[in-house]
């Protein structure tokens, strides 16, 4: 899911998928600080990305155009970001089924380094664009990417604002202002190398698109208070991916898959609040390896509807509270995967009981308290459900041997239920911190329990491991500059 889950499908798939759940973890960027002239408290709440205000809602709206600070540094859109972490889990990987280049548990590690580009461009155009490197996977890689081309208000009769605007972007939900976004969601940053849940489990809409595809879309805020966008998505080319170090996730899109995002906020005496839905259907040739997707089988498609939900309490910034709740629906059809995965099979494997049809129900729900913007804790809850089917959630391999053990469902299920709680020290990101706006530092310490995992309480595996064994600690260090 980060979803305590998986966004990336690389075999073995429970270990990469991990390893990958890092991407698109930022959006606190300093030089937004610069640009604007105002504190990272302005725009996010604990005065560090990516949770949004108000303030921070209207700029990214805004095409990232706004201005307001001085001096060369306002001028100059680039920042960078490091994130180190150690992590330890309940029972380590069993041997040589752990990451490659680390051990079996309590791993110190480089998450990920980024560069930045991002600000405004002219008064009507803006973006942000995240360049990575991999300390897990040991590579280069675009990550996420929101250019916004043209922006522009328009006055309406009754002091009424109408703003319109497009972006090209590479990830469905990357555009999103509102702080239940998927791309944006909490947890905002998770261990990569421990196990996480099955990627089959995991929603179209939750991140799976996220930097293999090409989007445009087209948004309009009205009053500051409704926000309509709409659009269509493409995977990219293999030859595009592999130049910017991805890879096929589910496949390859075999028409462009149309997404639609509508909400509606109200803000009142340090108060704010939103109730949103989102839509968003892909058909595809799923992947067969890396860079190659086949329809030989069949297609598979994804229907995905989601409502979502959130309050903000910031009064005048000592103490600030916030609410979150999202629920996705998912029906799909993967006719192609399972008929590409029973046609290599070896002669004799059973064919399991399951048909090509199923859904998957996720519900994520979280809250946060901060002090003075400085100490924060965060209390979440993410659980996900669906139609049992051994083809997709087993893992066993195409020659009828065992998967990794470690990412099995002996049962066939996706069902995980996940418990998140974070304490975090955010020492700077004020107005008059140390280096204000050039650097900001987040200091975390995460836990993460396990009550199910990929079907099961008790020995979900088949191989004696239980979902508790998964639970797992993370303490990281976040440096923005």
């Known amino acids: 899911m980060r979803f305590v889950g998986a966004r990336h499908f690389i075999a073995p798939g429970i270990v990469t998928a991990g390893l990958a759940a890092m991407t698109g973890t930022a959006q ?96 009507w155009a803006g973006a942000f664009v995240q360049g990575t490197y991999s300390g897990l996977l040991k590579s280069f890689y675009l990550d996420q990417v929101d250019v916004r081309p043209f922006t522009k208000a328009f006055d309406l009769p009754n002091t009424k604002e109408l703003r319109v ?19 944006w969601g909490y947890p ?13 489990g995991t ?19 009205y009053d500051r208070s409704f926000y309509l966008e709409a659009g269509a998505y493409s995977s990219m080319s293999p030859w595009v991916m592999g130049r910017l170090g991805e890879r096929f996730g589910p496949g390859a899109t075999q028409n462009l898959a149309p997404y639609v995002r509508a909400a509606y906020e109200w803000n ?33 498609n994804y229907t995905d509807y989601a409502v979502d939900g959130g309050y903000q309490f910031y009064g005048d910034g000592t103490h600030i509270v916030s609410i979150y709740g999202l629920f996705i629906h998912e029906d799909r059809s993967l006719n192609g995967t399972v008929g590409s995965y029973l046609a290599k099979l070896a002669p004799g494997t059973p064919a399991f009981a399951a048909g090509p049809g199923s859904k998957i129900d996720h519900l994520r729900i979280e809250a946060s308290y901060w002090y003075q913007n400085t100490y924060g804790f965060t209390l979440g809850y993410q659980g996900t459900w669906g139609t049992p089917a051994p083809v997709l959630f087993t893992t066993i391999n195409p020659d009828n ?34 280096a ?25 595996d088949g191989n004696g491991r239980n979902a508790s064994d998964n639970n797992t600690l993370y303490v990281f260090a976040w440096l923005m500059f």
């Open 401 to 434: 041997t065992p998967g990794n053990p470690v990412g099995n469902s002996v049962n066939g299920k996706p069902n995980t239920d996940a418990f998140l709680m974070e304490a975090n020290w955010v020492p700077f990101g004020k107005q008059d911190s140390w």
């Open 268 to 300: 009142w005496n340090g108060q704010s609040a939103h109730v949103g839905a989102s839509f968003l259907h892909a058909s595809f040739n799923p992947a067969t390896d890396t860079f190659t997707a086949d329809g030989t089988y069949g297609r598979d």
């Open 203 to 221: 929603p179209l809409l939750a991140n799976t698109l996220s930097n293999r595809s090409i989007g445009i879309t087209a948004y309009a805020w």
């Open 188 to 200: 905002y940053v998770t261990s990569g190398l421990v196990p996480t849940p099955t990627p089959a």
């Open 436 to 460: 204000a706006p050039f650097a900001n530092l987040k200091l975390g310490i995460q836990y993460i329990a396990y009550t199910r995992f990929n079907g099961g309480s008790k020995n979900y």
């Open 28 to 123: 606190a960027v300093p030089d937004f600080a610069s640009q604007t002239g105002q504190p990272c408290t302005a725009c996010h709440v604990g005065a560090f990305g990516p949770q949004l205000t108000p303030f921070g809602r209207a700029f990214k709206i805004s095409g990232y155009t706004q201005q307001g600070g001085d001096g060369t540094a306002a001028a100059i859109p680039l920042s960078a970001m490091v994130l180190t972490s150690f992590n330890n889990t309940k029972s380590a990987w069993p041997d040589g089924s752990q990451p490659t280049d680390f051990g079996r548990n309590n791993n110190f590690a480089i998450d990920q380094i980024s560069i930045f580009a991002a600000g405004r461009i002219t008064d």
């Open 165 to 183: 605007g497009v972006t090209l972007n590479n990830n469905p939900t990357v555009t999103d202002p509102y702080n239940t976004a998927l791309a």
